[in-house]
């Protein structure tokens, strides 16, 4: 096997979708600034990468075409780059990483970026035309069910209560807070400047009021007698990331900044009508592969899509709650979904370095029942 | 070069294409909003935020107060805008900045507070900024505008004159202009035409009395109302139920319209009419401030802007809506007014005469009430059409106070005020043994001050139906409508069932409407002049034949509807629908099937048929997606479309106004809106017309749907509204029903399918709906409350 590695992690600011400042900008123009940033701090030469890997969970529209590709010419990569778009809706762009490991392993190239992107605010979710096939929507609706839906699921098959899912919600939001304040997100963000927004430099999601108190107020989002309410749901969001991925040897070669080694991946899937689950079985999985235990994980970015998933799955595989989430996660952050895989990854890396620990673990859950890990180990 | 000031610059603007209004007080700045919805582009001004003030010391944006006036229409219900995006024409400022802004302006007009200090102050200031020959007009409802020009230039004066809205300005359709001596000519023609064509207000000249028109006998009704309430003891749900539908007023009678207008505000009015009338005016005599009034208001009972007034919703006990004891100054639950008058008198003749304290208090008030409208022409108007067209539409009266003196019998009413002592003015003497209007071949006729006849003169551009039908026979008639000819070669359509709700008369007057025009007529209009276009189908004809389970009959009447609308459609001539108020359901199919639509900018349109189980079964469905598809500014792909169309129809939107009716889609992007009521028969003859000259009837179309898979991806949608709680289980099963038509049913991407095939899917799916028991229970339920059940 050889040695792969992340040596570059960059990410725009994540606003709100629709009433967030980068509303009125293109995903393609998004993710584009995001790669350029990540080049240029990187110090990678892009005229040795292999290919653009780029994750969308709603390809269509301004995200349609192949936008990797459109991405990778707006950034000017070489022309010589080549750039595919990869779905597995939430985990997009961690499947990019994975496609790019495995490129690599089959000596397929050397150097990757692999990115993600999702404009809420100019693709919906479910995209413009959502058209499910009528007979498996009638003998398995859970093959469609919303994301609402499986997350009111989870909170009633795992007996996560609504003060414990608001209790993260306002735990998310305090350490992005803090993180924010202490200056731990300038080292990741790419400034992005669009005609009709300016320069948008700082996240946006963050509410450094959230409380128990202020989220008790919210009625519930998904049924009228549940328990997850907007609060303690991931925020519509728009924002791209990306990670350079390459051989240690490449890396080492060229003088770049070695964030971590990748270790082991995986992907598995579960019911769909707990999706949320997702994580629990991908890291299981992983765990088997790589013979390690959750207590040798020392730094956990587990996507928080509802606190509802996050929690079960963090008591389900019997993770130390101190170790999750260091800077806050998507409740507090938002959750772009094609870009929260990179994202997730590169801040698992640099955390990695940051906390002064020996694995990492990066996993989320995937909509239509799956879940994706990354075991990353310091370099 | 420097202008004399003593010579006049240029001549008042033929129209208004920019105006401002300074104050941004809640008339302020709702007149500023409805001249917004107009069109004009408007400036809005008002004082830079004193320092101490609330927030004031906190915010270095001086022009915080018209801004947050703004933001504050932005909020208001009923909406002050008739779309939002109306806000975006009106520009903010404050009047130490940005009085710079007012040197552009056609009109100003002043909604500051009414001191006459104040004002002048003001004026003084405006007459050094505004262009010359700028109109400047006063929304002052107390001060004679006499007083309000004293000591200002000569030239100010000419190009003054009061401007009285009511409010709120969107919604109140009377505007009084006040002219003074001064005043030019042309200035006060073009502020008519201007509010009467563009702002689509009722103008009714005043002369520069206290309270104009419609506050003067409007007060004086107010206080013999409150008075006589007291004094014959009725409670106040018995004194509003003898003023409402007898009389042909709002229900809200007098307790009501002081809750709605604000307790806090009737001292205040009185105040300045007693300060302002004459001693020997009838309304000095009546004026009493019961300590009960005061009371109210000292506690924060200023009516439904405050904590309630004469009625109150109490929330404690759970909603429920309770009304003062006029006695004991104690709220208890409203209750059902139980009076003999109230049950037998048909009309206001009969509940004037009847011996019950009900008849008791209308002879008080409105036997008083009229007389003293009677005492007051020409002292405040010209003439009496001005006095019943003031109280029409500043209080929304069916009837002026001389109609209704016409439709009691004007000596039976003289004979009752003579029973009771009360004097009778010479007018009304003067009209003993005659009427104060009449029909005169054809055209209507009022009284003069001079005791005789003339003609009643209709502002220019302005076509009503009602005259027409004075002067001619109809071309066809049946109970439920009528076609008329309106002349240059266009008929009109016009329903007349109750509430307009359309039945298989209406159905069979539109197949003979087409035979008519057809020979040789140039266009048809469908018109009317109900409150409302229509309220839809009749839907109780349907359940009379689903309750004797009579299958093929309600089929029957679906085919009908589709049969006619469709052939409305395609008729070789052009049909153009003008409606007004609410237009829904099979009301709005028919707009939808016209060629243009000329809809006044007050129409509620909209597909509301889910409400009572059903889908739109004439055509709705079909021609609602042939506008989405063929919407420009659609995202691409096979489901916006179908989806826009399903979000508007299975929540039964309807359009809070003609502007927002085009966002939904029920009205084209080029059909017309026209602002006044009055303009607009006028408004849809001239597009018939226009349409007419080369006319080809619109060639059919096919559409492509999506099929089954729409069906799935909407339902997936009304599942998860079910689950949120927003959908009942029937709503969901009415909800999956429209989906299947709008998804064209089993079609598949690759066909296409005809109108006639989406109408069958429409037929089968109606069919379907009305025989489920929820659906009947939700049509028997909303026949008997007027309500939707929501089961």
């Known amino acids: 096997m ?27 123009d998004l993710a584009a600034q995001v790669v350029a940033g990540l080049i240029e701090r990187s110090k990678v030469d892009p005229a040795d990468l292999e290919d653009l890997i780029v994750g969308c969970a709603f390809p269509e529209g301004e995200q349609g075409f192949n936008v990797a590709r459109l991405i990778g010419f707006l950034a000017h990569l070489p022309i010589t780059v080549a750039a595919t778009t990869v779905n597995r809706f939430c985990g997009s762009s961690m499947q990019s990483i994975h496609m790019a490991a495995g490129a690599i392993q089959l000596d397929a190239g050397e150097v990757f970026i692999c990115a993600g992107v999702e404009s809420m605010s100019r693709v919906p979710m479910t995209g413009f035309n959502p058209m499910p096939n009528p007979h498996l929507a009638a003998e398995f609706p859970a093959a469609y069910m919303s994301m609402g839906e499986t997350a009111e699921n989870v909170a009633n098959r795992y007996q996560v209560s609504r003060e414990q899912q608001q209790a993260m919600a306002v735990e998310s939001h305090a350490k992005a807070v803090a993180a924010q304040a202490a200056g731990k997100f300038k080292d990741e963000i790419v400034a992005i400047t669009g005609p009709k927004t300016g320069t948008v430099s700082t996240d946006g999601c963050i509410r450094p009021d959230t409380s128990q108190e202020t989220l008790s107020g919210l009625k519930p989002a998904f049924d009228a007698n549940g328990t997850v309410t907007a609060g303690t749901s991931s925020p519509l969001t728009d924002g791209a990331s990306a990670v350079l991925v390459c051989t240690e040897e490449y890396a080492k070669r060229h003088g770049l900044d070695i964030l971590a080694r990748l270790k082991a991946i995986a992907v598995a899937g579960c019911d769909p009508d707990v999706m949320g689950m997702g994580p629990a079985v991908a890291t299981r999985k992983i765990l088997r592969r790589t013979g390690l235990s959750i207590d040798d994980i020392g730094v956990v970015e587990i996507n928080e899509a509802f606190a509802s998933q996050g929690l079960a799955c963090i008591r389900e595989l019997g ?18 979904l094609g870009a929260t895989g990179a994202r997730i990854t590169g801040k698992a890396a640099s955390l990695l370095r940051r906390e002064g620990k020996r694995y990492a673990l990066a996993t989320q859950c995937i909509g239509g029942g799956q879940g994706i890990a990354t075991i990353l180990e310091a370099a | 070069m420097a202008a004399n000031k003593n010579t006049r610059q240029g001549a008042a603007p033929a129209t208004i294409r920019k105006a401002a209004v300074i104050g941004a007080g809640v008339m302020g700045a709702g007149i500023a909003a409805h001249i917004a919805n107009a069109g004009i582009p408007v400036i809005l001004l008002d004082i830079v935020p004193p320092p101490g003030k609330s927030g004031a010391l906190n915010t270095p944006n001086r022009s915080a107060i018209a801004e947050g006036a703004v933001q504050k229409l932005l909020k208001t219900e009923p909406a002050a805008f008739m779309h939002p995006k109306n806000a975006g024409l009106v520009t903010t400022g404050n009047l130490e900045d940005d009085l710079g802004l007012l040197g552009d302006c056609d009109w100003i007009v002043e909604a500051v507070l009414e001191d006459l200090a104040v004002k002048r102050a003001l004026y003084a200031k405006l007459d050094g900024v505004r262009k010359p020959g700028s109109i400047v007009s006063s929304n002052t409802s107390t001060i004679p505008l006499a007083l309000l020009t004293e000591g200002l230039p000569k030239r100010f004066a000419e190009d003054f004159l009061v401007t009285h ?11 009084e202009i006040v002219v003074g001596a001064a005043t030019r000519h042309d200035a006060v023609e073009t502020m008519a035409a201007f509010c009467e064509r563009v702002l689509g207000k009722g103008v009714v000249r005043c002369n520069d009395t206290p309270g104009f028109i419609a506050n003067r006998i409007g007060t004086f009704w107010i206080q013999k109302g409150t008075n006589a309430a007291m004094d014959l003891g009725l409670t106040v749900e018995e004194a509003d139920a003898v003023m409402g539908r007898p009389f042909g007023i709002p229900k809200t009678g007098i307790f009501g319209l002081v809750d709605l207008v604000g307790l806090d505000l009737m001292p205040h009015v009185s105040r300045s009419l007693q300060a302002t009338l004459a001693a020997t005016d009838a309304y000095q005599a009546i004026f009493r401030a019961p300590e009960l009034f005061a009371r109210l208001i000292t506690e924060g009972y200023t009516g439904r802007k405050g904590k309630g007034g004469f009625y109150r919703l109490n929330r404690e006990a759970g909603k429920r809506k309770e009304a ?8 208890r639950p409203v209750v059902k007014p139980e009076l003999a008058s109230l049950a037998e008198a048909r009309h206001a003749g009969q509940m004037l005469a009847h011996p019950d304290k009900g008849g008791a208090y209308a002879r008080q008030v409105m036997g008083e009430t009229l007389a003293y409208a009677a005492s007051l022409v020409p002292e405040i108007a010209a003439d009496i059409v001005s006095v019943d067209q003031a109280m029409k539409l500043g209080y929304a009266w069916k009837q002026g106070p001389f109609e209704l003196i016409d439709a009691i019998g004007v000596d039976a009413f003289i004979a009752g005020l003579e029973a009771a002592g009360v004097p009778v003015p010479p007018l009304l003497r003067a009209a003993a043994g005659r009427s104060f209007y009449r029909i005169e071949s054809g055209r209507l006729e009022y009284l003069t001050t001079e005791g005789s006849y003339a003609p009643v003169v209709r502002a220019p551009g302005v076509l009503l139906l009602e005259d027409v039908k004075r002067r001619s026979e109809p071309l066809a008639k049946n109970a439920s409508a009528s076609l008329w000819d309106i002349g240059d070669g266009i008929a009109c359509l016009e329903f007349h069932s109750k509430m307009n709700s359309i039945d298989d008369q209406i159905i069979a007057m539109v197949g003979k409407a087409i035979g008519i025009v057809g020979k040789g007529m140039k266009g048809l ?32 009447m679906v085919a009908a509807g589709q049969k006619a609308y469709k052939a409305l459609k395609y008729t070789p001539f052009p049909v153009v629908a003008a409606p007004s108020g609410m237009a829904l359901g099979g009301g709005c199919e028919i707009c939808l099937h016209a060629d243009a639509i000329q809809a006044h900018a007050e129409t509620y349109i909209g597909l509301v048929e889910t409400g009572v189980g059903l889908i739109p079964g004439w055509g709705g469905c079909k021609e609602m997606l042939l506008r989405a598809t063929a919407n420009p500014k659609r995202p691409k792909g096979p489901m916006p479309p179908v989806a826009q169309v399903f979000e508007t129809v299975s929540v039964a939107k309807v359009a809070k106004s003609a502007a927002d009716a085009k966002e939904l889609l029920f009205l084209r992007p080029d059909d017309g809106i026209t602002m006044n009521r009055d303009h607009l028969l006028a408004d849809a003859k001239a597009k018939a017309l226009s349409l007419a000259e080369g006319y080809q009837p619109p060639e059919p179309v096919v559409l492509r749907l999506p099929g089954p898979t729409a069906v799935a991806g909407l339902n997936l ?27 064209g049913g089993d079609t598949d991407m690759l066909d296409e399918l005809t109108e006639d095939q989406i109408l069958a899917l429409e037929r089968a799916a109606f069919m379907r709906l009305v025989k489920t028991g929820a659906t009947l229970a939700r049509i028997e339920h909303t026949l008997e409350t007027g309500k939707p059940l929501r089961n």
């Open chain 2, 525 to 556: 209009v469908v018109y009317n002049e109900g409150s409302n276009f229509s309220v839809g189908a009749n839907i109780g004809l349907a359940l009379f034949a689903a309750n004797i389970a009579l299958w093929p009959n309600v089929e029957e």
């Open chain 1, 2 to 28: 050889k040695p792969v590695v992340i040596a570059g992690y960059a990410r725009s600011p994540f606003h709100f979708a629709r009433k967030g400042e980068l509303a009125r900008v293109r995903p393609d």
């Open chain 2, 165 to 175: 809205f009511f409010n709120p300005p969107r919604y109140m359709r009377l505007l």
């Open chain 1, 319 to 336: 993770i130390d709650p101190d170790r999750v989430n260091l800077d806050g996660g998507a409740l507090a952050l938002g959750h772009p």
């Open chain 2, 324 to 331: 003062i004891d006029l006695v004991t100054g104690i709220y």
């Open chain 2, 717 to 743: 949608a009304v599942h998860d509204y079910v689950k949120q709680g927003k959908a009942t289980a029937h709503d969901s099963v009415v909800a999956g029903e429209l989906a299947v038509v709008l998804s």
